[in-house]
């Protein structure tokens, strides 16, 4: 009937292969829609099946509203085929949840809504049972209440201005990290404050864009990113570190907890918490408008060059594979990077590539860059690509994915196919989970189990009536790439590659 309801209003429907995937799209589209992602699902192992989206929803902070069906209520507790403690489940992991029933579903829905839009987004969930979706709605008057804790009253612009100031005044070696509390709202007036003020930055993954990375004060991208030894020994370098909109949910070491951050932040952090010291709460666009307008307190010295030339890497040779020469992932990404137009959407999945993607793709738009880093959740990169050229049907999508992901969604390729989402995919194949494989390394194992078969990439997409091909060089899959975007066509280009490749990078 829900199904049937949304045909009947006129409202999109997508489906997919998977629940997860379906979730996963669904949180792309409303991050970059501005709006709520809707996905929904049957109960039991469809609902069970959610868990991995509403997951990472909550921890990258997009606005999920997850729906899915259950058991009736009217039926005896006896009957446990399929019953699962949905609501009990997933009320842990969201902001709101609820079952609808005739009594309440305005309400909900509106509080569901309201709870995944409002900062920081995130996920929400309802269950819908066949019984209550044939029911005559008969709305009464009850309080709901969000799962998520909220600020109180936030700090005035001039007084948190004010702050900022002082702290910079006295400081040698500031250093301004952005982190995924910042809205791409705040891209022009931030990038304006650190220009005027000629304040050295960083980024975190999920937020790439929202400055340029191409300017001189760009120091690099924090949080577990390739090089990330370099990116904390530049941490340590500052004697003043300024988290504006920072968030430790994308930070895969303790050093958020060992360095003496301020915190600006305009809403609580993903799960939740608030900083236990050094918080600095107001309005982002205020505090920027009047940061804007005061006069610089001070001038630097550049502290941060030498961090800036040990973030590149040196040249790697990487290693042949059984079929061709290996690519190398490090020229492929700046290659395609010189290449394709700056309003590209560069999505990537989990693995070795996300670290070097993260690191190295430079980035200068804004909501640009999707990587799934505060739960780090493989799988991602297909779905999320499908997503969001369904948000932003104009933009070029450009997807970086290892053969390990492509393994896991690409049957999706025919979901891409059958709604005529043009969705262009680099797959990085070298048989193996290699981040786990560099670990075993470290540590001085042997490499067990963590390598697979080789899957014909190739001929895997053709089956579900995507274009592909093979390249054999970094110049062959930059044209290809290229000409597919402009194109606006789907393609699947394999590119071989070697674990060495990432040695001494990742």
């Known amino acids: 009937m829900l199904m049937d309801a949304l045909r009947r209003r006129g409202i999109d429907f997508a489906l997919f292969r998977h629940e997860a995937h379906a979730g996963i799209a669904a949180a792309v589209y409303g991050r970059l829609s501005g709006s709520v ?38 039926l005896p507790a006896s009957h446990t085929h399929q019953r699962l403690p949905l609501t009990d489940i997933f009320r842990p992991i969201t902001k709101f ?35 209550d979706a044939n029911a005559v ?4 008057s009850a309080a709901v209440a969000s799962n998520h804790p909220t600020f109180g009253p936030l700090l005035d612009a001039r007084v948190a201005a004010s702050t900022v100031r002082e702290l910079l005044s006295k400081s040698e070696r500031p250093l301004v990290i952005v982190g995924l509390g910042a809205n791409a709202s705040s891209a022009l007036p931030l990038r304006s404050w650190l220009t005027l003020w000629s304040l050295p930055y960083a980024v975190t993954a999920k937020v790439k864009g929202i400055v340029n990375e191409r300017s001189i004060g760009f120091v690099g991208v924090v949080g577990g990113m390739a090089m990330d030894d370099v990116m904390r020994d530049a941490i340590r370098n500052a004697d003043l570190v300024i988290g504006f909109g920072l968030d430790p949910v994308e930070v895969d070491q303790t050093w958020h907890a060992e360095t003496p951050i301020h915190w600006i932040l305009e809403a609580p952090l993903a799960t939740g918490r608030l900083p236990e010291e050094r918080l600095i709460a107001c309005s982002h666009h205020d505090l920027l408008a009047e940061l804007n307008r005061q006069d610089v307190p001070r001038m630097w010295t550049d502290s941060f060059s030498e961090f800036r030339a040990r973030r590149w890497p040196g040249q790697v040779v990487p290693e042949s594979t059984d079929e061709s020469p290996a690519i190398d992932p490090m020229a492929m990404i700046s290659a395609l990077d010189s290449s394709v137009p700056a309003e590209t959407i560069v999505v990537t999945d989990v693995g070795s590539h996300k670290y070097l993607f993260g ?25 999320a690509a499908i997503g969001a050229k369904l948000a932003r049907p104009d933009s070029p999508v450009l997807l970086a994915i290892g053969d390990g992901g492509f393994a896991m969604t690409s049957s999706e390729l025919e979901t891409a196919v059958r709604l005529k989402v043009p969705v262009v995919a680099i797959v990085l194949a070298d048989r193996s989970y290699s981040l786990i494989r560099m670990a075993q390394e470290s540590r001085g194992l042997p490499n067990f189990g963590v390598d697979f078969g080789t899957l014909d990439t190739v001929a895997t997409a053709e089956a579900c009536g995507m274009q592909a091909k093979r390249a054999h060089s970094v110049e062959e899959l930059t044209s290809a790439i290229k000409a597919a975007l402009e194109a606006s066509k789907s393609l699947v280009v394999e590119a071989p590659v070697s674990v060495a490749s990432y040695r001494g990078i990742v």
């Open 97 to 131: 949840t609820s079952s609808v029933t005739p009594t309440n579903c305005r309400r909900v829905v509106r509080e569901a809504i309201k709870s995944s839009t409002t900062g920081p987004p995130g996920p929400s969930y309802l269950t819908l049972s066949a019984e």
């Open 137 to 140: 709605v008969a709305e009464e």
């Open 359 to 383: 690191q190295f793709w430079r980035s200068q738009v804004p909501e640009t860059f999707l990587v799934s880093n505060g739960l780090s959740a493989m799988g991602y990169g297909l779905p």
């Open 37 to 74: 992602g809707v996905v929904v699902t049957t109960l039991g192992p469809g609902a069970s099946n959610l868990l991995l989206p509403i997951a990472n929803s909550h921890l990258d902070c997009d606005p999920l509203l997850a729906i899915s069906a259950q058991i009736p209520a009217r």
